[in-house]
């Protein structure tokens, strides 16, 4: 019988490691949480930690072991603050090299009021002041920037990047609703979770979404064993997604392109022809992060025209 697990924490990490766990849990359970902001500041608005998108967990899955994949799907990813925080330049790489100039000498920090019942964000301040948008108003889309699990050969990978076991992706799909699905390089896998954003453009391209805490739900799985995946895949019911995490770009692309068509050949059924034929006319790339030093792109295809064309269904 699954169990629903309460966690407060206290501790947080940078960087995304074998860390001591601060909860075992057992395949199928639910864990109901916090996160606090990119800076360390929570809910309350306290600092409780050092910025670089600190990390809730790891969370300790009871029976994972290398090799296999964890499902992790996202219940609940709700702000639990009235106010995010926004950078109010665009990062220079995004831009042609002659323009950068032109771009606003300080990097500027906006607020924004964060109503979680109207939905919406607001445009509260911004230093230094900006007149140009009054009453600048958009809907929320709450999302969690960087999560993953432990990484291979003992390492402790930044939260500022990202890699096979996740890592700091800030794409836009991992939203409430979705499943993503984890390689599996140390016992019990170690799940950790930050860097919530209210909303966020596509490529994080000011090196911020509307920073903020979150209230986060999750239950965690065993999806398969032994049948180990090599970059983070993703369904939210209407896609099959898969992220790539590298520089350049086209890096990226490459890693993910490969473990969709791995995907669709090792649950589906298709050929790498069928596969090429499909994804060459059905194929969609999002962008994730390409602010920090890898970059994330996803390939994603609907689902359901896979399943109705699937030799294996």
Known sequence: MSTLHTFHPTKYHVSIGSWQPVLRIAPGDTVVTTTIDSAGVDQHGHKVNIAG???????FITSANPGDVIAVRFDRVVPNRAYGHTSGRLAAHVVDPDFVFKLPPERGRAIWNVDTEDWTATLASHDPIEPDLPDFKIPLDPMVGCFGVAPDRGQAISCATSGPHGGNMDYRGFRQGVTVYLPVFVPGALFQLGDGHATQGCGEIAGTGIEISLDVTFTAWIHRRDQPIFWPRADDGTWLMAAGNARPLDQALQHATTELVQWLGEDYGYSTRASSLLLG??????????FDPAYTMVAKIEKALVEAYAPRR
């Not at 998108?53 to 969370?59: A, E, I």
């Not at 006319?281 to 962008?287: A, L």
Request: proline share 12%.
């Open 53 to 59: 998108n600190p990390q809730t967990g790891p969370f």
């Open 281 to 290: 006319q059905c194929v969609r790339y999002d962008v994730g992060n390409v």
